[in-house]
């Protein structure tokens, strides 16, 4: 049965570009904070532009609309993803979901183990714990795009499949952990609206628009709710209709016409805007900071060591065996990427951390902990891993 063009490998596709244009944001985001620019840069990105949508975050800028506003859409776009593979993917049946499973949370819990345990002194640090646990999955196909094909396919998509999983880690977090002052009333009324969404895939409305109005609608109750307005698009996704005719679904649609703004607009403004930080003043003793050593630890020692050894324990335990046709050294490098938590760690940093001394170690911390997990898994993958033998 022919597959739609909305796969796993057409979505590996989009992202190594979308990755590559990440890279090139995050780049430009340095040089401005770090240029005679940097003022302009910091004013605008901070500048009040209205209206006050949330009593509780006041007027909106340029900064708000980025990450509470148009990144809602990024995770419309998880949310969309995490469904079909669930329902007609890659994660559609048990067997095929246990490996990932257990890969994304080994790889969420020793993170944030990491982290704690480098942290633990300072009690103000504990409430970062979650920045090293997900992986950027545009980041690290970026990555894997440049290495061609030494990276055999079923790794690009276990990587890929492990991603979505623990996306939902990391939704779950940001609802259950950093929201906060929470305005029941709002909450209420934004299960209502759900309400309707799901009252529309009911009635077999197929059109996206109603669907559209409706996370317009829900995203801004959830803002006033206190619970992060990012959640309200993974929210929206689990109720957009999928369909038995995948490639003309309202889900299908949808998904393929957000794909080119996310990956090519809106995660690249999101770096743009958050990956910044001035340099200037700042000395080595900067980067032995707790929370800096803290973030960094977590994203590259964390991340391969939770998942490399979950791996490995379902594999001898017989609970699922590592992807099929590739060597352990192939799976080691493809691993060390899952260590690049760009896009997520960089999000949850800002809802962890208000002040802006905070922020620049989280900054800081992101940017060694994901560039070391980057080179050292293309030195890896490209001069280091060998194939699997055969037999």
């Not at 103000?124 to 690290?140: E, H, K, M, S």
């Amino acid at each position: 049965m022919r597959r739609p063009l909305s796969t796993l490998r057409q979505f590996l596709a989009d992202e190594a570009a979308g990755g590559i244009v990440l890279i090139a944001a995050a780049a430009l985001a340095m040089i401005l904070a770090n240029s005679p620019l940097a003022y302009s840069y910091f004013h605008l990105l901070h500048a009040e532009t209205g209206p006050v949508l949330a009593p509780a975050i006041g007027p909106m800028t340029a900064h708000l609309w980025v990450n509470d506003g148009l990144m809602a859409l990024f995770f419309l776009l998880v949310g969309l993803e995490i469904k079909r593979e669930i329902v007609a993917g890659e994660l559609s049946r048990p067997a095929d979901r246990r490996l990932p499973l257990v890969a994304a949370i080994a790889g969420m819990a020793a993170p944030a183990l990491v982290y704690l345990a480098i942290s633990w002194g300072d009690p103000a640090l504990r409430r970062g714990w979650a920045i090293p646990a997900a992986t950027d999955i545009a980041f690290a196909v970026g990555v894997l795009a440049l290495l061609g094909k030494r990276v055999p396919t079923q790794l690009k998509l276990f990587l890929t499949t492990v991603a979505i999983v623990d996306d939902m880690g990391a939704v779950a977090i940001i609802a259950i952990v950093y929201s906060k002052g929470i305005d029941i009333g709002a909450l209420l009324a934004a299960a209502g609206m759900l309400a309707v969404m799901w009252a529309l895939g009911r009635r077999g409305v197929t059109a996206l628009w109603p669907f559209l109005l409706c996370f317009a609608i829900l995203w801004w109750l959830v803002l006033r709710s206190g619970v992060h307005a990012t959640v309200a698009g993974v929210l929206a996704a689990a109720l957009i209709p999928i369909g038995k005719d995948e490639a003309t679904s309202p889900l299908h649609r949808l998904e393929h016409a957000l794909s080119p703004w996310v990956a090519f607009l809106i995660v690249p403004l999101f770096a743009l805007a958050n990956a910044g930080v001035a340099l200037g003043g700042l000395g080595l003793h900067a980067l032995a900071e707790p929370l800096v050593v803290a973030v960094a630890a977590g994203l590259f020692v964390g991340k391969q060591a939770g998942m490399l050894g979950g791996i490995a324990l379902a594999d001898r335990l017989g609970i699922a065996p590592r992807p099929r046709g590739v060597s352990w050294t192939q799976l080691y490098g493809v691993l060390l990427l899952a260590g690049i938590g760009f896009t997520m760690s960089l999000f949850i940093g800002g809802l962890a951390f208000d002040t802006p001394a905070r922020m620049d170690s989280v900054k800081i911390g992101v940017l060694i902990g994901s560039g070391l997990s980057a080179v050292a898994g293309f030195v890896v993958l490209r001069w280091i891993a060998r194939p699997a033998t055969k037999g």
